[in-house]
């Protein structure tokens, strides 16, 4: 029974609202002979360089220091609050304009994914009856799931 104990234990409960999002942009950079570029410091100033002084560049200066809060690059994708202006779905892939600073190297956007909160971890999800209680189903010490309580105890 300590096996469950130690699985339960770990549940973070979050009321995620309706409004819950994020966009997901994936990103493709090259040098000027078509290598993928590896370094993730080179990648994230080529897109700076890119989105924020090339494709952005007309943005007012408040609405873009506005958006720089919702941004988190990641490598080979970056995260939004909100989407980006421009870089609707239908639009992508698109290579952003950089400068000679990017010296040959390119960045592209190559798709854009919307995501919300699952419909089971919004605030009036799944009602549940008087004296009814719902845990999480899933091991906190690996990456199964359970359908029932009877496959997580005998997990452990």
């Known amino acids: 029974?300590?096996?469950?104990?130690?699985?339960?234990?770990?549940?973070?409960?979050?009321?995620?609202?309706?409004?819950?999002?994020?966009?997901?942009?994936?990103?493709?950079?090259?040098?000027?002979?078509?290598?993928?570029?590896?370094?993730?410091?080179?990648?994230?100033?080529?897109?700076?360089?890119?989105?924020?002084?090339?494709?952005?560049?007309?943005?007012?200066?408040?609405?873009?220091?506005?958006?720089?809060?919702?941004?988190?690059?990641?490598?080979?994708?970056?995260?939004?609050?909100?989407?980006?202006?421009?870089l609707d779905p239908e639009k992508l892939p698109l290579e952003l304009p950089v400068s000679e600073k990017a010296e040959g190297d390119k960045i592209k956007i190559m798709q854009m994914v919307h995501y919300t909160a699952p419909k089971e971890m919004k605030i009036g999800g799944p009602a549940l009856k008087k004296h009814e209680v719902a845990f999480d189903l899933r091991c906190s010490d690996c990456t199964k799931a359970f359908a029932d309580v009877g496959a997580l105890l005998q997990h452990w």
């Open 1 to 86: 029974m300590s096996g469950l104990t130690s699985c339960l234990t770990n549940i973070v409960l979050a009321d995620v609202t309706e409004g819950f999002q994020f966009y997901l942009y994936s990103v493709h950079v090259e040098d000027a002979h078509g290598i993928a570029i590896d370094s993730r410091h080179r990648r994230k100033f080529l897109f700076n360089v890119g989105l924020l002084d090339g494709f952005l560049k007309d943005m007012p200066q408040k609405a873009k220091e506005d958006l720089k809060r919702v941004l988190f690059f990641h490598g080979s994708f970056f995260f939004s609050g909100r989407p980006v202006p421009g």
